[in-house]
DNA sequence: TGCAATAGCGTACACTCTGTTCGTTTTTAT
DNA sequence: ATAAAAACGAACAGAGTGTACGCTATTGCA
């Protein structure tokens, strides 16, 4: 990819996620993004189509980054190599989370946290269906198991949201306490 | 009130509910609302200064209903007078919505859900916060008292929307038992 | 019933935002 | 060095927003 295209995109991603931050998405116009990523008209619309693509294409950005990273450390750690319990994905995530990559805390603490919650949960379930729930305590109750995939996921992510509106003050490691106390309540 | 007031403020509901469960909330226009509600342009911005204030006030109604009906059962059958558990506070809210009281299953299922689950969400919290916390078992897992109340509500909330999605093949108490079975396992 | 108050109507307008066109300049890869 | 590609900026049509104004219809009340 051209030097120039590169630059481009990461400039509008950057000023579009800064705005986002700090104002509703809705009321976020092209012309302000493209004034704080100086860049044309012509050029933004060159890259994306709307205002919509662009947060598509910054959200795929975004979780494929993280979800690929979750991937990663369920298939390297799946096996217990070394006799100790694989880092749990929920931590991981957490983890990756607070180093606040691309502003991803800023983007959920805006007041369009939604629009990138939707993402952030099909993204997640894909990966809770395919890698979490055969460990989950509760797969015995005799629930649906996409039911149970959906619960997970969405549990997960109002967490998450809890915790950067109230500032973050736990540690990825209290969270996840908190997290398998209500997932995985010992029977 | 002025009977042509509730007329026309009725008329706008009804076209915006409808068209919310058409198409995405930010691509109905005013100049739709007003068509299909057959009231003109400026009674329509007599009633309500923006788009984003017709939605709040929608939400406040249809919640509201829900809401203040859940806190009536509460407060009614919360003594347990004849000596039988009182009905669940969510079976009755799934009761509720299964009777699409202003097409509320309509504007859930619809593309722009998380506006209006965003409101929900909040009205829930506060019944959740004052009602019932104090009955749940997971009060005494050591969880900030918060935490609970949002991890409850969001619960009801995730799966509400499955349940909408899903076609809504169970019953009430089908969805009451999964719900019982994840917020409250027997310990 | 009659009448003042009020709600609604329709047209028109200024304004903002969108998405595209086009000719020109700059940067890139080779 | 050069041809291809990218960015630029100015300008534009089209759509949507919110307001103003003069007129008509309905309502609540005496």
């Not at 990663?72 to 799946?78: L, N, Q, V």
């Amino acid at each position: 990819m051209d030097r120039r295209q590169q630059k481009t995109r990461a400039a509008i991603f950057q000023a579009f996620s800064a705005l986002v931050s700090e104002k509703n998405y809705s009321r976020i116009t092209v012309q302000e993004i493209i004034d704080r990523a100086n860049v044309g008209r012509t050029t933004f619309y060159a890259h994306f189509e709307t205002k919509e693509d662009l947060l598509k294409a910054l959200c795929g950005e975004l979780f494929g980054h993280i979800l690929a990273s979750a991937q990663d450390i369920t298939h390297t750690h799946g096996l217990y190599s070394d006799g100790s319990a694989p880092e749990s994905i929920f931590c991981h995530l957490l983890q990756h989370l607070q180093e606040n990559d691309g502003n991803i805390l800023g983007l959920l603490s805006g007041e369009s946290s939604e629009l990138f919650l939707r993402h952030f949960k099909d993204s997640l379930r894909e990966l809770i269906r395919t890698q979490f729930i055969a460990q989950s305590r509760k797969a015995n109750l005799n629930l649906p198991r996409d039911f149970l995939v959906n619960h997970i996921c969405g549990n997960f992510v109002e967490m998450v949201l809890w915790w950067i509106r109230g500032g973050r003050t736990q540690t990825p490691a209290e969270l996840d306490r908190y997290f398998r106390a209500v997932i995985e309540p010992v029977v």
